[in-house]
């Protein structure tokens, strides 16, 4: 099976504008989670979403917002994007989120705001 | 709140030395433990996972971790380091019934001189 992919790989934007990452989950993945990676903060959980849906919701502010479509694939969008943003953003995946399952991680999205 | 604590936050050993690397939780429920390497460059990958059963659990390239409940420690062990272990250990933890949000240590780097 192909792993969880993420597009693109690196994005430089500006101060103040907004972006937009995409997921796409392993097959049969219903679950994809969104996790912001810095030197200063390691690995904070952002959200996760189940069939077209919000299930987990970490602690960012407003301006962090995403997606699932009906075939599982997930996209994160920034608003008015600040310095402290450049980071890695990582999605995973597992089949349903709960009980004995493992997340599996894609290569992740490297942001840098300017 | 679950947090996860990794006491080394970097590591330095020459090959062949023995590596154990500690992880402690704090979470009152049922948990799944995880430990995650990320190597230069790459994404992160599961080295290995505890649900339930047999608290020694055994992953890939020879590592190892034991779960003490009591202690509320899943620590890292192998017994032989290679140079190619030279890599970003995270430990990761989450509640089974929310298992596609993971709280994860702030990493320790290890580095293994040939």
């Known amino acids: 099976k192909a792993g969880v992919t993420q597009t693109p790989r690196y994005l430089i934007k500006t101060r103040g504008q907004q972006v937009t990452l995409s997921c796409s989950p392993i097959?049969?993945?219903?679950?994809v989670s969104w996790y912001q990676q810095t030197p200063g903060q390691g690995l904070q959980f952002l959200f996760e979403?189940?069939?077209?849906?919000?299930?987990n919701k970490g602690n960012f502010p407003g301006r962090f917002s995403g997606r699932q479509f009906s075939n599982s694939r997930s996209e994160m969008n920034v608003s008015t994007l600040e310095l402290g943003d450049s980071a890695l953003y990582l999605c995973?995946?597992?089949?349903?989120?709960?009980?004995?399952?493992?997340?599996?991680f894609g290569p992740g999205t490297r942001l840098t705001v300017t | 709140a679950q947090s996860v604590s990794q006491h080394n936050h970097h590591v330095i050993l020459s090959e062949a030395a023995s590596l154990e690397l500690g992880c402690n939780y704090s979470?009152?429920?049922?948990?799944?433990l995880f430990w995650y390497v990320q190597y230069p460059g790459q994404h992160l990958q599961l080295l290995l996972k505890y649900f339930s059963g047999d608290p020694l659990v055994k992953g890939i390239k020879g590592f190892e971790a034991e779960f003490i409940k009591s202690k509320f420690s899943f620590n890292l062990r192998k017994p032989s380091v290679q140079w190619s272990d030279t890599a970003e250990y995270f430990c990761a933890v989450n509640a089974g019934t929310n298992a596609g949000k993971s709280t994860f240590g702030d990493g320790t780097t290890l580095t293994v001189k040939p």
């Open positions: 979470y009152g429920g049922t948990v799944n």
């Open positions: 979403y189940f069939s077209e849906t919000q299930r």
């Open positions: 995973a995946s597992s089949v349903s989120g709960q009980g004995a399952v493992v997340q599996y």
């Open positions: 097959s049969g993945h219903r679950s």
